[in-house]
């Protein structure tokens, strides 16, 4: 396996990682990432098969999970109830039950309530340049989970606060202040929460839950622990990252002078331009994938932002061609932990992106966009536009 070294801090990677991950991919379907000291995959049959192997995982190997320090005791114990961090059988039944409330029904019913916030978002736009980040990209993702759990609107702003913290704990140059504030933001989100399970608990009403509440399989309900940490997933998961595809897509979009959005667009604009780049695997198992071995307590990262431009799958594949067809990309995932939310997504990202080109067909770019240094996440500092 070819050692390759990339800070992923360095300023040029940051803005464009494409063109390593393109010297990576011609290295073979795995390199040795020097600053990660892993082995990494990148082209689509290897990044497609590693996530749907389930000789790996993402749960910890009991003999690899780390001491957990006491300023960080709420943080694990909320994810060690997050189907994200589990495998099967405990990861099939939090699945399972979240699945039989996060229906297609229930998803494609928020259609005309997400085009009614988009509306009155865009007629709030100011003259002049603004942060399309701030002003739609930040507001529709959290209001829209906010009010499918049946959580308060009013409250989006410590939702929003809440888990920009907690995903502190997921970046490359994290620090005790941010392991600080990470666990400060679990105590107090698991306590947001606890208040209002308890009172729909008590009155149940029409939403998302509720229905967690009553979600039952083989006689089995969710904990209040697992009912608190799905919830703080869903939250999370359900708005840093959609953010970041709007925003990723309004810059792609903008730079090709391209307004028409349809189901299409919206998966070539999250292969194009994924927000979340890295996701690791650790090995179970004693095994050979792609000519290399691996021992049990391995990992190995799958870079879904370099599956997502492989030529062998794509042609041309840095090209924004809104009617591209081809295999399924890997912005969601693959394999057992695909996005849970991708329907939610996709509904949000095609809502949102159509009314925007629709009622402000002179929106264009500011100045520039630049991304942030926040790796694995790839996603814009601020997006500054003119909408009128
Ligand atoms: C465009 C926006 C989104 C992107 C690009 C995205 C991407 C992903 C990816 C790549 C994974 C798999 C991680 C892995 O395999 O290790 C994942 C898992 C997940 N996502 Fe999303 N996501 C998005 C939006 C959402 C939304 C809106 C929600 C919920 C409301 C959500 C909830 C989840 C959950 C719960 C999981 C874990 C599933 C499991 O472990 O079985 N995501 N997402």
């Not at 809440?162 to 666990?183: L, P």
């Not at 308890?198 to 509720?210: F, G, Q």
């Not at 591209?324 to 932990?337: E, K, S, T, V, Y």
């Amino acid at each position: 396996m070819q050692e390759l070294s990339q800070s992923p801090t360095e300023p040029a990677f940051v803005q464009n990682p494409y063109p390593f991950y393109d010297r990576a991919r011609a290295a073979g379907p795995l390199f040795r990432w020097s600053e990660y000291d892993m082995a990494c995959a990148t082209s689509h049959a290897a990044v497609s098969a590693i996530l749907r192997d389930r000789r790996m995982g993402r749960e910890v190997p009991l003999e690899r999970a780390p001491e957990i320090p006491q300023h960080l005791a709420a943080f694990y114990a909320c994810e060690a109830h997050s189907m994200l961090e589990l495998e099967p059988p405990a990861h099939t039944r939090l699945r399972g039950l979240v699945l039989r409330a996060f229906t297609s029904r229930r998803v494609n019913a928020l259609a005309p309530e997400i085009e009614a916030l988009c509306h009155r978002l865009i007629d709030g736009f100011p003259q002049g340049p603004f942060d399309l980040l701030d002003a739609y990209a930040r507001q529709v993702p959290v209001i829209v989970i906010a009010r499918l759990m049946g959580l308060p609107e009013s409250r989006a702003d410590d939702l929003l606060a809440w888990s920009n913290a907690m995903v502190g704990m997921y970046q490359a140059k994290r620090t005790r202040a941010m392991e600080d504030a990470a666990e400060m933001a679990t105590q107090a989100f698991c306590d947001f929460l606890a208040v209002y399970i308890a009172e729909k608990r008590r009155n149940p009403a029409d939403d998302l839950i509720s229905e967690l509440i009553a979600a039952e399989q083989e006689g089995e309900k969710l904990s209040t622990e697992e009912l608190v940490s799905t919830c703080i997933l869903l939250l999370n998961a359900g708005h840093e990252a959609t953010v970041h595809s709007l925003g990723n897509a309004v810059r792609t979009l903008l730079m090709h002078g391209h307004r028409e959005i349809d189901a299409a667009c919206v998966e070539e604009l999250v292969r194009l331009d994924p927000p979340l780049h890295m996701f690791t695997r650790w090995v179970y198992e004693d095994l050979e994938i792609f000519g290399q071995r691996f021992s049990r307590g391995d990992r190995i990262a799958c870079l879904l932002g370099a599956a997502n431009r492989d030529p062998e799958v794509y042609p041309d594949p840095h090209r924004f061609d809104p009617a591209r067809r081809g295999p399924a990309h890997l912005g969601f995932g693959a394999g057992i932990h695909f996005c849970v939310g991708a329907p939610l997504a996709r509904l949000e990202m095609q809502c949102a992106l159509s009314l925007l080109m629709r009622q402000c067909p002179d929106l264009a770019l500011a100045e520039a966009p630049r991304y942030s240094d926040l790796y694995h996440f790839h996603g814009l500092e601020r997006l500054m536009v003119r909408a009128f």
